[in-house]
């Protein structure tokens, strides 16, 4: 606190009564004085003690208002002393001379008042400041550790392939040179999401004012998020799809094929091969909720992995934020995805959480709410006969 001293500190840190009582018993004493010491000649001056407290504490409406009550007493007194309501010329015009002086003297003190209220709040925001810029810059460090490793780990394994194709071209045969191809195009579209998050984190806020919302088929949406991963990774796990054809939202399609994406990813990530992974979407509730004016569409991505543990599921949505078991693992990630898709599903007026006990093997089931259509024009292209192909588990090496 930018005070001059210790007392003036101390009287601004008590209570507003006793501020009250002070100023109170300030100008009793001081009228006091004033009506039973002859030697003082009944000046108002005697009220500069009240004043400066009024003025200090309260500033400006506290001198205004102190100065007018005294101001009053002091006619009063004086008025009873000499036997009149009106006053003399001379006692007039010391009266207004002294008035103006205890004023003025108000004044400064309340300009002092706010100036050190000012200069304190000028502190604390460049401790506010300081702490925001300081707060930046470990975010800066962790998001260029992460991204430094997220880039190296697909150029790498991009380098590698196109290197053995290069040179053992002759060596190879069909089969080795398309695995070989199929495994740099995966690093690739590893590189290519890792660069769209990174660009998405930039950009999200601005894109919210022009944001585009149609009506969408959740189920079709899945199916193309789906076909874009690695059949493999998807054969990988016991997919299950349980999203009726008439499940439709009212979102922005590159957000929500992202969150799907994002969700799904890490389930592949972290779900061991062979356990299943279901991916559902039903009405919020069956009714309409309360603190939302329309009905919602949850959709959710339940695994069987390693589920979260409770002290750290409040930090999983923050900004570059990856599990402590997590960063001293083999899984890779730039702690982007889920804060993206958080941003994006409150872009679109839904909202995004995880349930998990954190318990090995009962898995993790984030979920996502999307304001519904009640009445689509759109109708499914999709059905769950395309997705068959997904639903073959490759077979599982001990």
Same mark, same amino acid.
């Given at each position: 606190?930018?005070?001059?001293?210790?007392?003036?500190?101390?009287?601004?840190?008590?209570?507003?009564?006793?501020?009250?009582?002070?100023?109170?018993?300030?100008?009793?004493?001081?009228?006091?004085?004033?009506?039973?010491?002859?030697?003082?000649?009944?000046?108002?001056?005697?009220?500069?003690?009240?004043?400066?407290?009024?003025?200090?504490?309260?500033?400006?409406?506290?001198?205004?208002?102190?100065?007018?009550s005294l101001?009053?007493?002091?006619?009063?007194?004086?008025?009873?002393?000499i036997?009149?309501?009106?006053?003399?010329?001379?006692?007039?015009?010391?009266?207004?001379?002294?008035?103006?002086?205890?004023?003025?003297?108000?004044?400064?003190?309340?300009?002092?008042?706010?100036?050190?209220?000012?200069?304190?709040?000028a502190?604390?925001?460049?401790?506010?400041?300081?702490?925001?810029?300081?707060?930046? +810059?470990? !975010?800066?460090?962790? #998001?260029?550790?992460?991204?430094?490793?997220?880039?190296? @780990?697909?150029?790498? &394994?991009i380098? =590698?392939?196109?290197?053995?194709?290069?040179?053992h071209?002759?060596?190879?045969?069909?089969?080795?040179?398309?695995?070989?191809?199929?495994?740099?195009?995966?690093?690739?579209?590893e590189?290519?999401?890792?660069?769209?998050n990174?660009?998405?984190?930039?950009?999200?806020?601005?894109?919210?004012?022009?944001?585009?919302?149609e009506?969408?088929?959740?189920?079709?949406?899945?199916?193309?998020?789906?076909?874009?991963?690695?059949?493999?990774?998807?054969?990988?796990?016991?997919?299950?799809?349980?999203?009726?054809?008439?499940?439709?939202?009212?979102?922005?399609?590159?957000?929500?094929?992202?969150?799907?994406? +994002?969700? !799904?990813?890490?389930? #592949?990530?972290?779900?061991?091969?062979?356990?299943?992974? @279901?991916?559902?979407? &039903?009405?919020? =509730?069956?009714?309409?909720?309360?603190?939302?004016?329309?009905?919602?569409?949850?959709?959710?991505?339940?695994?069987?992995?390693?589920?979260?543990?409770?002290?750290?599921?409040?930090?999983?949505?923050?900004?570059?934020?990856?599990?402590?078991?997590?960063?001293?693992?083999?899984?890779?990630?730039?702690?982007?995805?889920?804060?993206?898709?958080?941003?994006?599903?409150?872009?679109?007026?839904?909202?995004?959480?995880?349930?998990?006990?954190?318990?090995?093997?009962?898995?993790?089931?984030f979920?996502?709410?999307?304001?519904?259509?009640?009445?689509p024009?759109?109708?499914?292209?999709?059905?769950?006969?395309?997705?068959?192909?997904?639903?073959?588990?490759?077979?599982?090496?001990?």
């Amino acid at each position: 606190m930018r005070y001059p001293n210790a007392f003036a500190r101390f009287l601004l840190e008590i209570s507003i009564f006793f501020q009250v009582s002070l100023v109170v018993v300030s100008a009793l004493v001081s009228s006091f004085l004033l009506t039973c010491t002859p030697w003082i000649s009944h000046n108002p001056i005697i009220y500069v003690v009240p004043i400066v407290l009024s003025a200090w504490l309260f500033r400006r409406p506290g001198l205004y208002l102190c100065t007018i009550s005294l101001l009053l007493i002091f006619w009063l007194s004086h008025s009873m002393v000499i036997g009149s309501l009106l006053p003399s010329n001379a006692d007039i015009t010391s009266t207004i001379v002294s008035v103006l002086i205890l004023f003025t003297l108000g004044l400064l003190v309340s300009a002092q008042r706010e100036a050190s209220d000012q200069a304190d709040e000028a502190q604390e925001q460049l401790v506010i400041a300081g702490e925001e810029q300081r707060k930046l +810059n470990e !975010i800066k460090d962790q #998001f260029l550790q992460n991204v430094n490793h997220e880039l190296r @780990t697909p150029l790498t &394994a991009i380098y =590698g392939y196109l290197e053995l194709l290069l040179e053992h071209e002759d060596q190879l045969d069909q089969d080795m040179r398309t695995a070989f191809l199929q495994h740099a195009m995966q690093s690739c579209d590893e590189l290519q999401l890792l660069v769209n998050n990174v660009l998405d984190t930039m950009g999200v806020e601005k894109q919210r004012q022009s944001l585009y919302i149609e009506q969408i088929v959740v189920r079709d949406i899945l199916f193309e998020v789906l076909e874009r991963f690695d059949p493999q990774s998807v054969r990988r796990h016991h997919i299950s799809v349980d999203i009726p054809n008439y499940i439709v939202v009212l979102a922005n399609a590159q957000y929500l094929r992202q969150i799907l994406r +994002n969700l !799904i990813s890490n389930a #592949f990530k972290y779900a061991p091969a062979g356990t299943p992974i @279901t991916i559902s979407a &039903a009405l919020d =509730g069956m009714v309409v909720h309360p603190l939302h004016a329309s009905p919602e569409i949850c959709i959710c991505v339940k695994d069987a992995g390693p589920g979260i543990p409770p002290n750290e599921m409040s930090l999983l949505f923050g900004q570059f934020v990856r599990l402590r078991r997590d960063s001293s693992g083999s899984v890779r990630g730039s702690g982007l995805g889920l804060f993206l898709s958080k941003q994006f599903v409150e872009a679109m007026n839904g909202r995004i959480w995880v349930e998990s006990e954190g318990i090995e093997g009962k898995g993790s089931t984030f979920c996502f709410t999307l304001p519904c259509v009640v009445h689509p024009k759109v109708n499914a292209r999709t059905s769950l006969v395309d997705f068959e192909q997904f639903r073959s588990p490759l077979p599982i090496n001990n």
